[in-house]
């Protein structure tokens, strides 16, 4: 859809590989993942090298097919795939107990563990096979609405460092003294124009969607039924330090 021009950007699970740059734009990284499998903890596996022999539930054609198939081949495991066309009906499959364990991204296997009857019933392994840098997706050769793309999402990263939120938002932009905070909220104008906005872009996102760590904990975090930690998403700055990072509003 989004070769073909009907859609604008995509901005979900997707991973950055070498062979999709090369086709699209990745405008930057909002979430590092990483492939991982989910057992029943009856089967009483605890590492994926107990894992030889399993019947594994993957949807074909995807990222995950091939980091299945590598990881077995490079630890000399064997295992029975089976098939789908789509992660829901993979992930279903694995409800239905048609196998052993379900592979995908560990944000994947989060989701799917919270839709299960008994989620505690079931444990995500260790080990993390992958990288999966995921992020939004554009068309080459759109530059001018690439840098839209990338600086939404940086301007969320940024606010998160800065201490912007939603609820401060109003306030920082009329009172804050640190001159990136004035740039960034368009209190100090010229700076959305280079990008064809207006200078309170990232004010309106902010405001209405909140910084990066606002988004995460609304729809990833503790208080969801995901649970999942920030980790490797959480910021360069923090402790311990996390993998998200933006350039500089100047």
């Known amino acids: 859809m989004l070769q073909a021009g009907e859609a604008d950007v995509l901005w979900r699970n997707t991973s950055a590989t070498f062979s999709r740059d090369a086709k699209f734009d990745f405008a930057g990284v909002n979430y590092y993942d990483g492939q ?14 107990q894992l030889n022999g399993a019947r594994v539930c993957i949807q074909t054609g995807s990222t995950s097919e091939l980091n299945l198939t590598d990881y077995f081949r490079a630890h000399k495991l064997t295992y029975e ?24 991204d560990l944000s994947n296997l989060a989701a799917a563990r919270a839709t299960l009857a008994k989620p505690d019933d079931h444990l995500i392994l260790p080990e993390v096979i992958s990288k999966e840098p995921l992020g939004p997706v554009v068309r ?16 969320m990263i940024l606010a998160e460092e800065l201490g912007v939120t939603s609820a401060n938002v109003d306030a920082q932009r009329q009172h804050a003294d ?52 920030r980790g490797l998403n959480g910021l360069w700055s923090a402790q311990p330090a996390g993998l998200i990072y933006a350039p500089p509003m100047r």
């Open 81 to 104: 795939p089976v098939v789908f066309d789509t992660e829901d009906k993979a992930r279903a499959a694995y409800g239905r107990e048609q196998c052993d364990v379900y592979t995908a």
């Open 36 to 49: 991982a499998f989910m057992v029943r903890r009856a089967l009483g596996v605890t590492h994926a090298a």
């Open 140 to 155: 080459q050769g759109d530059d001018g609405w690439g840098n839209v793309v990338r600086w939404t999402l940086n301007a």
């Open 178 to 229: 640190n001159p990136e905070i004035r740039r960034l909220l368009g209190a100090e104008p010229g700076y959305g124009a280079m990008i064809g906005l207006s200078d309170d872009f990232a004010y309106q996102l902010i405001k209405q969607v909140g910084n990066y760590g606002e988004v995460f904990d609304r729809n990833l975090g503790a208080a969801t039924p995901l649970k999942i930690e």
